[in-house]
């Protein structure tokens, strides 16, 4: 059982009621704030308790923090980052369980990438922060034709090189930002483009059967994460640096997406819902489900039946 569960206050990681962190939102300026100063931070600080709420629920589903995790948050830079080391941060001071967090970036040496942001800003947060520097750019450029995307091999280098980082630090869980809309596109660029049903799993064992990879984001949205992004005015580094081609497949599933949820309000979270819900004996996959045994159950089923027209004859008699 989790830990969260054992612990007799686990509501407090879920606790929307518990203090908002001074840094998060500014306090209104003079006796006198507007009313519209007023309406901005009450807006803000539903929105923190939202995102707050969900990420706490995600991570008792999924059992992603134990006592005891030194969880390596990964920044890339961008608002999603940004957002789950504010949030679990916040988390950190609330729940039941002691847990250590670790923040670390990865220097891919792109030409114009801004080396002081990040450790200018994780410095003024007072916490643990590593970068690693490793020159994958060259081999992307090296290896990726003229014109082609990057973005599928510049994520395995990074991906790999940040694994064998969370073994150096003795790191026991790897913290990735993606969130809902990120879970669904891959679910539809995997059904469109590579046949298969599959997405990205809130917490995932690695390949290398060494790393943990949680994702505590999972039933955030992404609309939240910009609005609390834009709030919080983090020092967003651009993903453009390389000068790759955006990924044109997933834009088009996003945009598509974009398009269902404006013309049917609640559609994306019955589809967010439905990867929570699978039923193997609905769908067609042999290794999923025993298809060739079903007669065998059939028979099973009917030697344990229970015959009612037997049982009204043995009453009658």
């Known amino acids: 059982m989790n830990d969260f569960y054992k612990a007799s206050d686990s509501t407090l990681f879920v606790d929307a009621t518990a203090p908002t962190q001074a840094s998060d939102v500014s306090e209104p300026s003079g006796a006198q704030a507007s009313s519209e100063d007023m309406r901005k931070k009450r807006e803000f600080n539903k929105l923190q308790k939202r995102l707050r709420r969900l990420t706490g629920n995600a991570i008792i589903d999924y059992g992603m923090i134990n006592e005891g995790d030194r969880v390596m948050v990964c920044l890339s830079g961008g608002k999603d980052s940004y957002t789950m080391l504010s949030i679990l941060m916040n988390l950190q001071r609330n729940a039941p369980v002691n847990f250590e967090l670790v923040a670390v970036n990865m220097d891919q040496k792109q030409p114009g990438f801004p080396e002081h942001v990040l450790p200018e800003y994780l410095e003024t947060l007072g916490i643990e922060y590593h970068i690693v520097e490793r020159d994958t750019y060259s081999i992307v450029k090296e290896k ?75 039933y955030c949205s992404e609309a939240d994460i910009q609005q609390y992004s834009d709030a919080m005015a983090f020092p967003i580094i651009p993903c453009n640096l390389c000068g790759s081609q955006e990924n044109l497949q997933r834009q088009n599933i996003k945009e598509m997406l974009g398009e269902w949820k404006r013309r049917h309000p609640g559609r994306i979270e019955s589809m967010f819902k439905a990867v929570t819900n699978v039923a193997p004996s609905q769908l067609a996959d042999r290794s999923l489900f025993d298809f060739q045994g079903l007669e065998a159950r059939q028979s099973e089923m009917a030697r344990n039946r229970i015959d009612t027209v037997s049982l009204t004859e043995a009453d009658d008699e």
């Open 144 to 218: 990726v034709p003229e014109g082609k995307t990057t973005c599928a091999l510049c994520s395995r280098l990074r991906r790999g090189t940040l694994y064998g980082f969370a073994e150096e630090i003795g790191a026991t869980k790897v913290a990735l930002g993606h969130h809902r809309d990120d879970i669904l596109e891959t679910l539809f660029l995997n059904m469109f483009y590579s046949g298969s049903l599959k997405a990205m799993p809130p917490k995932l064992l690695a390949d290398d059967g060494r790393n943990m990879v949680i994702r505590p984001l999972a």
